[in-house]
């Protein structure tokens, strides 16, 4: 059977904000994922969840964070499980599976943390829980400007400095090259890089 993530989170200081500004957006980042209300699904107003690729699962959260950061004071908790579906639905939230067992203990552990993983496999988690708490250091201070550039440079790590200026509207490589060294994307990247790597491995060895 096929081992998905499943995140489970909530729009933090959404009442602060008009929906009229951040919905459009957070519909906007789920419709890349894929469709609703099978995929994923908002209910009770500022929560969600979401399937997708295991592998994909970090990246994803990330882009949706820095997404939603755009608009201060708006952030995100989130809770990744992984693990499989044994029933899906047409509906995401009436689908289960031990994937979403996972994503919703993880979500009701979540405290001050606001990005948190739980999987099949513990030296993996303990692993994870660490390097996350670390990332959510940085991750948490993103400024508007952090997350606008940051979420660029996820979304098409190809693009250099030029590029992402140009896209921003900005002149020259300099402040780019800061914005992205203040918002962590080495230490982000490597983050990536390697929990893509840890979940092609304990994926394989567990089937």
Same mark, same amino acid.
């Given at each position: 059977?096929?081992?998905? &993530?499943?995140?489970?989170g909530d729009i933090?200081?959404?009442?602060?904000?008009?929906?009229?500004?951040?919905?459009?957006?957070?519909?906007?980042?789920?419709?890349?994922?894929?469709?609703?209300?099978?995929?994923?699904?908002?209910?009770?107003?500022?929560?969600?969840?979401?399937?997708?690729?295991?592998?994909? &699962?970090?990246?994803?959260?990330?882009?949706?964070? &820095?997404?939603?950061?755009?608009?201060?004071?708006? *952030?995100?908790?989130?809770?990744?499980?992984?693990?499989?579906?044994?029933?899906?639905?047409?509906?995401?939230?009436?689908?289960?599976?031990?994937?979403?067992?996972?994503?919703?203990?993880?979500? *009701?552990?979540?405290?001050?943390?606001?990005?948190?993983?739980?999987?099949?496999?513990?030296?993996?988690?303990?692993?994870?829980?660490?390097?996350?708490?670390?990332?959510?250091?940085?991750? *948490?201070?993103?400024?508007?400007?952090? &997350?606008?550039?940051?979420?660029?440079? #996820? !979304?098409?790590?190809? #693009?250099?400095?030029?590029?992402?200026?140009?896209?921003?509207? !900005?002149?020259?490589?300099?402040?780019?090259?800061?914005?992205?060294?203040?918002?962590?994307?080495?230490?982000?990247?490597?983050?990536?890089?390697?929990?893509?790597?840890?979940?092609d491995h304990y994926?394989?060895?567990?089937?």
């Amino acid at each position: 059977m096929e081992i998905l &993530a499943v995140v489970t989170g909530d729009i933090v200081n959404s009442q602060k904000v008009s929906g009229k500004l951040w919905l459009p957006i957070l519909k906007a980042e789920l419709n890349n994922i894929g469709v609703s209300p099978k995929d994923w699904q908002i209910y009770r107003g500022d929560s969600f969840q979401f399937v997708c690729s295991a592998k994909e &699962a970090l990246l994803i959260s990330w882009l949706l964070k &820095a997404a939603l950061k755009n608009i201060p004071p708006l *952030d995100v908790r989130m809770a990744i499980g992984i693990g499989t579906i044994e029933h899906r639905t047409s509906k995401v939230t009436e689908s289960s599976g031990s994937a979403f067992v996972h994503s919703g203990h993880c979500f *009701d552990l979540l405290k001050k943390q606001r990005l948190s993983i739980q999987t099949p496999w513990q030296e993996f988690n303990e692993a994870m829980q660490i390097m996350l708490a670390l990332a959510n250091t940085l991750t *948490d201070k993103w400024t508007e400007k952090s &997350a606008e550039t940051i979420y660029i440079k #996820l !979304k098409n790590p190809e #693009l250099n400095q030029q590029k992402i200026a140009t896209l921003l509207n !900005k002149k020259g490589q300099g402040n780019i090259s800061e914005t992205l060294k203040r918002g962590g994307i080495d230490e982000l990247t490597s983050l990536l890089n390697y929990y893509q790597h840890q979940i092609d491995h304990y994926v394989r060895i567990s089937s």
